[in-house]
C-alpha cells in the first residue's frame, strides 16, 4: 500500500493574501515568494511535522468557524511572543509547558489564531 511521507503544504483561504503574506514576514520573519506568494520551508536535520484532526467543538483553534490552525516551529518562544506583542498583534496570554516542548499562541490580522512551538533542548 502506497502512503503519505509528510505535509507537503499548508493552504487557506484570505480576504487579502498578498497583505497577509506581507504580515507573515513582517512579523514571523517568513520568507515569501513573490512568485507564488506563499512559503516553502526546507527541513535542516532532524525535525518532524504534525498532522492531527481534532473534534469539531475544539476550543484549542480558538474561534469557532476557525478550520485550520498552523504550527509554527520556533527556537525561542519568549523572544517572538514579546516580538509580537511589541508589534501590536494579539497574543495569548497562557504558555504551555509539555514534555514535548513549550507552546504559545496569537492571532493574524484577519483573526487566524496560530501555535508557535518551542521544541525541547536537542530536538
Excluded: C, K
Amino acid at each position: 500500500m502506497e502512503r503519505v511521507t509528510g505535509i507537503g503544504g499548508v493552504f487557506f483561504r484570505s480576504r487579502d493574501p498578498a497583505a497577509l503574506a506581507r504580515w507573515y514576514a513582517e512579523h514571523l520573519g517568513v520568507v515569501v515568494d513573490p512568485t507564488f506568494t506563499g512559503s516553502t520551508f526546507r527541513w535542516i536535520g532532524a525535525g518532524s511535522t504534525v498532522w492531527a484532526p481534532f473534534a469539531a467543538d475544539t476550543a484549542y483553534f480558538g474561534r469557532p468557524e476557525q478550520q485550520w490552525m498552523v504550527n509554527f516551529r520556533v527556537a525561542d518562544l519568549d523572544a517572538m511572543l514579546a516580538q509580537l506583542r511589541a508589534a501590536g498583534v494579539e497574543v495569548d496570554e497562557h504558555v504551555g509547558q509539555h514534555e514535548f516542548g513549550r507552546f504559545g499562541w496569537a492571532a493574524d490580522p484577519e483573526g487566524n489564531r496560530f501555535e508557535l512551538w518551542e521544541p525541547p533542548p536537542g530536538q
